[in-house]
Nanobody
Framework: QAQLTESGGGKVQAGGSLRLSCSDS????????VGWFRQAPGKEREGIAS???????SYAGSVRGRFTVSRDSAANTLYLQMNNLMPEDTALYFC???????????????????WGQGTQVTVSL
């Protein structure tokens, strides 16, 4: 399996923005269902956004309207634009591809593969 690499995390104040990137050199994020996940301290990992093979985005209610998932196929890169960040968005963020099962629109239902190491996002008041 390929391993994706996430980047772009950091520390911001509430209301700020960050753009996360997810890529590798093997065309892993293109032409398939991909997703963004996050895990806050003491909480389970949750799927927050996905993008289908046809570039249809889906979002968890907690991020809808603030986060945007997109893909640059030429760059083999998946993005997560995060605006109006809130302290409750503080977490380790991961990307992954759908290995099977569930529905692309809900990444909490599918088997995720090609996990990266994650990138930390910290939002302070």
């Amino acid at each position: 399996q390929a391993q994706l690499t996430e980047s772009g995390g950091g520390k911001v104040q509430a209301g700020g923005s960050l753009r996360l990137s997810c890529s590798d050199s093997k065309n892993t994020v293109n032409d398939r269902c991909v997703g963004w996940f996050r895990q806050a301290p003491g909480k389970e990992r949750e799927g927050i956004a996905s993008l289908s093979d046809r570039a249809t985005p889906s979002y968890a209610g907690s991020v809808r309207g603030r986060f945007t998932v997109s893909r640059d196929s030429a760059a083999n890169t998946l993005y997560l634009q995060m605006n109006n960040l809130m302290p409750e968005d503080t977490a380790l963020y991961f990307c992954a591809t759908r290995g099977g099962g569930g529905m692309c629109a809900n990444p909490n239902t599918w088997t995720a593969v090609n996990w990266g190491q994650g990138t930390q996002v910290t939002v302070s008041l």
